[in-house]
């Protein structure tokens, strides 16, 4: 196991330096090292860390969906308004719609089929965008018009939503009918999760009170709250989303005790280093060469459909605002990338059995392949062109 973080670790750090060398995102590299090294390669990585990976890629997901919080101010949500809600659910939506009606005539899935493998690919990932956006808050690109703020939080809360639809389709794909009991545990689960992220953010500025507490304590005991709130939802079966708490309370902390947001943000920084290295790489472990490569165009027709309803329900959320034809373009490619959402759960219907299983995961793996580095990549170099700078 100890041989087996190594490779990860210093590889998949190699792998990210060498694709920026090549002016290309350097999480194309992990996942290529990962590709490389994982089961369906040169098999260097044991059986444990192969059983801890989706643990440890949840971890990672904490870790964002946490520094996304704590980048963003409920000012700012506030003046963003409408757009920023439309874009958590309406984009989402109409991917899965729009991967629904084409699964049954492209790959012969049936409908419910297609609408869980739709619930699988309409997450954009927020191992990509969220540090993107942060970092281009921190040049001051667009933030006049809130836009990098806009595709972080609506970004944030789409993979949020589009998880608690996927349990509530795997649940109904396995038990054969449409229990309308899960799909009104869709709203609540979400609202739960919001008030129990308010609570949470309310009650780490006790912890700041104590007299000569260390910053990183500070910060430590908050990622603990994050992992207990996500362990309690899943182990206890509760009816809250655990994801949307630990991002709405950093939204709260930040609010409430600015002063000492912003250096547990720093140190959400300085692990994120680490763990996107992880990330990457794990989920380039999950990729079969072979199995991508009888995927076929079919399958990649399938996924640019899904993306082509993907980009219609982002330019519906951007009616009505004040952006110009080049911010919009920029807010509807940024809502392209998938990789963190996809690796957690896209090999999950293969796991309990479902028929559909594998070839839910293979386009989740291509969706990947294709739109994380592609997407990474439009975003670094387009975001000066597109958005205008601000001066303050």
């Known amino acids: ?22 002016k290309l ?27 801890l990976s989706s643990m440890l890629r949840q971890i990672a997901l904490i870790i964002i969906l946490s520094r996304g919080g704590l980048s963003l101010k ?47 690919l309409a997450a954009v990932s927020p191992a990509v965008i969220v540090p993107k956006m942060i970092q281009i808050m921190n040049k001051n690109y667009g933030t006049y018009k809130y836009i990098p703020q806009l595709v972080l939080a609506g970004a944030s809360v789409d993979d949020i939503f589009v998880i608690v639809i ?56 908050y990622l603990s709250f994050s992992f207990l709130i996500v362990y309690f939802e899943e182990a206890l079966q509760l009816p809250y989303s655990g994801l949307l708490a ?48 009888q995927a076929g165009f079919i399958i990649i027709l399938l996924i640019i459909g899904g993306l082509f309803f993907r980009t219609v329900g982002t330019w519906l959320s951007l009616l009505g605002t004040s952006l110009d034809l080049k911010e919009r373009w920029f807010v509807l490619i940024s809502y392209w990338p998938k990789a963190t959402v996809q690796a957690s759960i896209g090999g999950i219907p293969l796991a309990a059995g479902l028929a559909s299983g594998q070839i839910i995961l293979v386009v ?12 990474a990549w439009y975003i670094e170099h387009s975001y000066k062109k597109l958005l205008t700078k601000s001066n303050n």
């Open 166 to 221: 996927f349990y509530a389709l795997l649940n109904m794909v396995h038990s054969g009918h449409l229990n309308t009991l899960t799909l009104w545990m869709i709203p609540l689960k979400l609202i739960l999760g919001i008030i129990l992220g308010v609570v949470l953010g309310k009650i780490m500025p006790i912890f700041s009170k104590f007299k000569n507490m260390n910053p990183i304590y500070e910060s430590m005991i």
């Open 1 to 22: 196991m100890l041989l087996s973080f190594a490779l990860i670790f210093l590889i998949g750090w190699l792998g990210g330096v060498i694709s920026e060398r090549l």
């Open 74 to 120: 409920i000012d700012d949500l506030i003046k963003m308004g409408r757009p920023a809600l439309m874009l958590s659910f309406v984009p989402a939506t109409l991917e899965i719609i729009g991967i629904t009606i084409l699964s049954p005539i492209l790959v012969g899935l049936t409908w419910q089929e297609g609408a869980l493998l739709g619930s699988v």
């Open 25 to 51: 995102p350097s999480l194309f590299g992990m996942i290529i090292v990962g590709m490389c090294i994982g089961p369906f390669g040169l098999n260097l990585i044991d059986e444990l860390t192969l059983e």
């Open 364 to 375: 989740a793996v291509l969706s990947i392949l294709i739109t994380a580095p592609l997407g």
């Open 246 to 293: 630990v991002m709405v309370s950093g939204i709260i902390y930040k609010h409430n005790i600015p002063e000492h947001a912003i250096i547990t943000e720093h140190h959400y920084n300085q692990m994120w280093q680490i763990a996107q290295i992880v990330l990457f790489v794990l989920v380039g472990m999950t990729v079969d060469f072979n199995i991508a490569k």
